[in-house]
């Protein structure tokens, strides 16, 4: 289902969907500032993977 949205409401979503870290180790969702993991404490973190269509 395509976004058709006006460009606030898409960027709120795009926030909301994409702006969190993985850690590689164990891949629990973390806070975007983190720097350790909130489960395994592994420095080992990504950002969420975006492909824009």
Do not use: Q, W
Not at 12 to 23: A, S
Not at 40 to 48: D, I
């Amino acid at each position: 289902m395509p976004i058709t949205l006006d460009p606030d409401k898409l960027r709120i979503v795009l926030e909301h969907r994409f702006n969190y870290k993985i850690c590689r180790n164990c891949g629990a969702r973390n806070p975007p500032e983190a720097v350790k993991c909130r489960r395994c404490g592994s420095r080992n973190l990504r950002m969420k993977k975006f492909k824009r269509k």
